[in-house]
């Protein structure tokens, strides 16, 4: 299970807030959640505080975001280990 929040829509910056796990199913609802944000004048942020896990498909879709130029915060040394390899 995984929580998807967006928050501080403001200034042009978004936060996307996730607490539990980005695996399988919840990579697509978050990859849906950041979708409006990707392309255009907002600057994107995901908030890892809550995350515990991310799986393969996470780690390839957050690679992506970062890419892209998203920032990440809050991410455990796990998370993070997988999210910059």
Not at 30 to 43: E, I, Q
Not at 60 to 72: P, V, Y
Request: with cysteine; aromatic share 10%; charged share 20%.
């Amino acid at each position: 299970m995984l929580k998807i929040e967006v928050t501080g829509e403001r200034e042009g910056q978004v936060t996307v807030r996730l607490q539990g796990q980005l695996v399988g199913p919840w990579v697509d609802e978050v990859r849906r959640a950041c979708a409006p944000y990707l392309g255009n004048d907002h600057g994107l942020t995901l908030d890892f505080f809550g995350v515990s896990f991310v799986d393969r498909d996470g780690v390839a879709f957050c690679q992506s975001l970062r890419h892209g130029g998203a920032t990440f915060t809050n991410c455990s040394p796990f998370v993070k280990e997988q999210i910059y390899a």
